[in-house]
């Protein structure tokens, strides 16, 4: 079984602690932190890493942006899951409608704060990372 988590850069340590869970569990992960495009950001401070990103005025036009996006695209393409860890941002929820939309099995982890329709389109729902650890 091949994993893509999706998340907020934000989030990275919790997305490092699902990823190596997962591959404790002998589980293939692509983790968007160890992308060729985000290597040399992984070890800043997740909030400074952010601000940069954000600021990229011409992002159309950005060779790093672009790569990323092609890489994204492709390893979803290319997974079996894909996981929306909360908390998320709008390009994870654009990446799960991908996956949604390519009938991949779709999961969430994370509290839900609030009713969310769109949501409908998970076919797996945990708290934790750890309750979803336990059903593997």
């Known amino acids: ?5 999706s998340s907020r850069w934000r989030n990275r340590d919790r997305v490092l602690e699902l990823t190596a869970k ?4 002998k589980k293939e992960v692509y983790c968007f932190f160890e992308s060729p495009a985000n ?15 954000e600021a990229i005025a011409d992002w159309k036009n950005d060779d790093r942006i672009k790569n990323i996006f ?12 894909v996981i ?16 949604y939309g390519l009938k991949k099995r779709c999961i969430l982890i994370g509290e839900k704060k609030k009713a969310e329709s769109m949501y ?4 797996e729902f945990y708290n934790s990372i ?7």
């Open 39 to 53: 290597i040399d950001s992984m070890d800043k401070d997740p909030e400074e890493a952010m601000r940069e990103f």
């Open 1 to 5: 079984m091949k994993y893509f988590i």
């Open 22 to 25: 997962l591959r404790d569990k």
């Open 120 to 123: 409908f389109i998970f076919d």
């Open 70 to 81: 092609e890489d994204v695209v492709n390893k979803i393409t290319d997974s079996d899951a």
């Open 84 to 99: 929306l860890l909360l908390p998320a941002g709008s390009s994870s929820h654009i990446e799960i409608g991908i996956a």
């Open 130 to 136: 750890d309750d979803f650890i336990k059903s593997i």
